[in-house]
T-cell receptor
Framework: KNEVEQSPQNLTAQEGEFITINCSYS?????LHWLQQHPGGGIVSLFM???GKKKHGRLIATINIQEKHSSLHITASHPRDSAVYIC??????????????FGPGTSLSVIP | DTGVSQDPRHKITKRGQNVTFRCDPI?????LYWYRQTLGQGPEFLTY????????KSRLLSDRFSAERPKGSFSTLEIQRTEQGDSAMYLC???????????FGPGTRLTVL
């Protein structure tokens, strides 16, 4: 079993829909990251969080440390949100220093 | 733009050739990481530097791979005798200061023919 899992693997939404991507992890961590990767592009960090909730524009990330679960929400989705969203964790005992363990990613396609 | 740059952005090479990639982290960051991402997969850790010291290497980093950070600033990742299986996106990330977020570079996409 992977240490970081995401669901769904692929997601297609109509423009304007509310989108949720889920992440669960099995290791102890000090931080969880949500990253965005456009096709052929590099990775952009969206959020780093260790508790609670963060909001940036139309994006909201939440984490439940007890349940080892995080969600990324996109409100009023837009075609430019189409990308791969990657959940990653860092800082746990099974990782060295702040080595990041990445999830497999969720490929999001938002249709106009 | 995160402040982390990588060069080149794309590299196409023939099997058996050597390639070298460069990463310039954010200037005050003392930690630097290399990751590799193959098609359809999430990135995987390769190696980690604190200043100029290489403190950890993944078993993914075969003896054909070598990474350096000679002055604790920029880093290079060299692959000798490239194989088709080396085709991937190579990502660099830097970390430092009081806020421990890792900042990712745009990556170098390697294609081995």
């Amino acid at each position: 079993k992977n240490e970081v899992e995401q669901s769904p693997q692929n997601l297609t939404a109509q423009e304007g829909e509310f989108i949720t991507i889920n992440c669960s992890y099995s290791v102890g961590i000090s931080a969880l990251h949500w990253l965005q990767q456009h096709p052929g592009g590099g990775i952009v960090s969206l959020f780093m969080l260790s508790s609670g909730k963060k909001k940036h524009g139309r994006l909201i990330a939440t984490i439940n440390i007890q349940e080892k679960h995080s969600s990324l929400h996109i409100t009023a989705s837009h075609p430019r949100d189409s990308a791969v969203y990657i959940c990653a964790v860092s800082g746990g005992r099974k990782t060295s220093y702040d080595k990041v363990i990445f999830g497999p990613g969720t490929s999001l396609s938002v249709i106009p | 733009d995160t402040g982390v740059s990588q060069d080149p952005r794309h590299k196409i090479t023939k099997r058996g050739q050597n390639v070298t990639f460069r990463c310039d982290p954010i200037s005050e960051h003392n930690r630097l990481y290399w990751y590799r991402q193959t098609l359809g997969q999430g990135p995987e850790f390769l190696t980690y530097f604190q200043n100029e010291a290489q403190l950890e290497k993944s078993r993914l980093l075969s003896d054909r791979f070598s990474a350096e950070r000679p002055k604790g600033s920029f880093s290079t990742l060299e692959i000798q005798r490239t194989e088709q299986g080396d085709s991937a996106m190579y990502l660099c990330a830097s970390q430092g200061g009081s806020y421990n977020e890792q900042f990712f570079g745009p990556g170098t996409r390697l294609t081995v023919l």
